[in-house]
């Protein structure tokens, strides 16, 4: 049964019907989907989600698919962490780790996006997938789809991180290294888009590819006992994961499967590429291009898709967004690795970073409910920690130099 009314415009709420289209014909918007969530009322509820695989899908009704899901069947339902050793470290009475660095089958919150998007390409006839990505995007393409025995073409940046560039290479995809940035990237393949008949993730299947996000969003309310925190604080990057997020705790409200939805959304990003947190705290609805020089590579877009979508997120949820320099982000990484043993990529060194920040400026208050967003593997970005965290003590095979050589705690 499908629970799809069909496509709509976010800019003039022009419908369209369920197809491979992505933008408003007539004024440009960019197209999201539309359920028809008094069909969904009657089917859904929190007692029928919790006898489901703990898996994304069970949300499944209000993921973009008409029929079964054929992929991500191990994705998703993450762990949402209590970080006591992070809470007495800053100060805070309740914080969570959502931590998608964990996640099926590359270790990143893509997976969730990828798996709804090759689902709804294969119930659209597409036998070739493509994406253009920073990294995790690639990695998740090229994996899902070879256990689909799909096609894949995947466009990056040619500076990107080795991990991140094994990482894709190994399920053998085309792998194409574009010399430019992530928006030259894009650009290019928005070209290719046109003259092949390829789905692409992130481009023509867009508007149904976002939609995975918003199992991040549901999966943290349902593991706080459908009470969801005061407080997320979520790294961006084309800005379409804090649109979601918010849209899935909307949504929630809206079934009557939480009884408030009054989080706050908070934006993070690297100071070397901020576009949306220099739109918000200039309060202005122009989000300006900047040219991406940080270490978080898997945030730099410097001409964020759903910037502006982004921004009225944050306002929309009396949120805040900030940004963190190089160095603030890995050391926001040690911090969580030496308090919860959780190694992040650089992504997630923004977001705590960010927490770090808004916690100090008092806009984040130390008596409410946090929820951190960690949404990368740091296997997958080591070289940004090069050089700034220690060496092993090199030793002599007896115990006298172990005695004269290493350090008690």
């Known amino acids: 049964m499908s629970f799809i009314k069909g496509l709509k415009c976010r800019e003039c709420a022009r419908v369209y019907p369920k197809e491979a289209l992505y933008v408003c014909e007539y004024c440009f918007g960019p197209l999201e989907v539309d359920y028809d969530y008094a069909k969904i009322k009657k089917v859904l509820n929190p007692k029928v989600i919790a006898k489901r695989p703990k898996n994304m899908w069970r949300y499944r009704e209000l993921l973009p698919i ?6 991500g069947l191990d994705s998703g339902f993450t762990p949402l962490i209590r970080a006591k050793n992070l809470e007495k470290a800053l100060g805070v009475k309740e914080l969570y780790i959502k931590d998608d660095s964990v996640n099926h089958p590359t270790l990143s919150f893509k997976d969730r996006v990828v798996a709804v998007a090759l689902s709804k390409a294969k119930e659209f006839g ?23 025995n799909l096609k894949r073409y995947i466009f990056i940046p040619a500076d990107l991180e080795l991990g991140k560039i094994v990482g894709t290479l190994i399920y053998n995809p085309i792998l194409v290294a ?19 008949k390829w789905a692409f993730v992130n481009i023509n299947i867009r508007p149904y590819y976002a939609e995975g996000s918003k199992t991040y969003a549901y999966e943290i309310a349902e593991q706080l006992n459908f009470q969801p925190p005061k407080h ?50 200039e309060n202005s609805d122009v989000i300006k291009p900047v040219k991406p020089n940080t270490i978080a590579k898997s945030l730099a877009i410097g001409n964020p898709a759903d910037g502006v979508y982004a921004v009225a997120t944050v306002k929309k949820s009396k949120g805040f967004a900030e940004d963190v320099s190089d160095d603030e982000i890995v050391q926001a990484i040690k911090l969580l690795a030496k308090t919860e043993g959780i190694f992040t990529e650089t992504a997630g060194g923004v977001t ?58």
Not at 66 to 71: A, L, N
Not at 238 to 246: C, F, N
Not at 365 to 391: F, H, M, W, Y
């Open 352 to 409: 705590l970073g960010v927490t770090q920040k808004l916690i100090k400026q008092r806009k984040i208050p130390k008596d409410e409910s946090i929820v951190v967003c960690i949404t990368g593997n740091g296997l997958k970005t080591q070289e940004a920690l090069t050089g700034r965290i220690g060496s092993p003590i090199k030793i002599k095979p007896n115990l006298a130099s172990f005695e004269e050589s290493v350090p008690r705690f």
């Open 66 to 71: 008409d029929g079964k899901p054929t992929d």
């Open 126 to 148: 597409f036998d070739t997938v493509a994406c253009a990505s920073t990294g995790n995007l690639a990695n998740s393409v090229a994996a899902q789809s070879a256990k689909a």
């Open 178 to 196: 574009v010399e430019g940035n992530y928006d030259q990237v894009n650009r290019l393949c928005s070209e290719i888009a046109t003259i092949y």
């Open 232 to 281: 997320i604080v979520v790294p961006c990057a084309g800005g379409s994961l804090i649109t979601k997020i918010w849209k899935g705790l909307k949504e929630f409200h809206k079934l009557g499967f939480i009884d408030r939805c009054d989080t706050k959304i908070h934006a993070a990003q690297a100071t070397g590429c901020a576009p949306i947190i220099t739109a918000f705290k």
